[in-house]
């Protein structure tokens, strides 16, 4: 059974820093496409980062752009999200995902982690 787990979600001070990690069992994902998606109250959920299969490519939303860093680790089964200088406006349940190519939909999705920035 495929599974993804999300972890390092919490409460933080705006200008903080977080790094979330979404780890794979069940099977290996080596070569997907990797990213990470968000949902705050009351909106509709967002793209926020991903990542090529190799790690080589990377994509941030311009609202992350230079404060988030999407990466992977193959070997752990592992898409990782730092986040640093977090803003209010970061707040949110964030979701891993993870595809077979850039032009295929999301396929598996995680439970998603609570991330609380205060001002």
């Known amino acids: 059974q495929v599974q993804l787990v999300e972890s390092g979600g919490g409460l933080v001070q705006a200008g903080g820093s977080l790094r979330l990690s979404c780890a794979a069992s069940?099977?290996?994902?080596?070569?997907?496409?990797k990213g990470w998606c968000r949902q705050a109250p009351g909106k509709e959920r967002e793209f926020v980062a991903a990542i090529s299969w190799s790690g080589g490519r990377t994509a941030h939303a311009d609202s992350v752009k230079g404060r988030f860093t999407i990466s992977r680790d193959n070997a752990k089964n592992t898409v990782y999200l730092q986040m640093n200088n977090l803003k209010p406006e970061d707040t949110a349940v964030y979701y891993c995902a993870f595809k077979r190519s850039e032009w295929s939909e999301y396929e598996f999705w995680g439970q998603g982690t609570q991330v609380t920035v205060s001002s």
């Open positions: 069940g099977r290996t994902f080596s070569t997907y496409m």
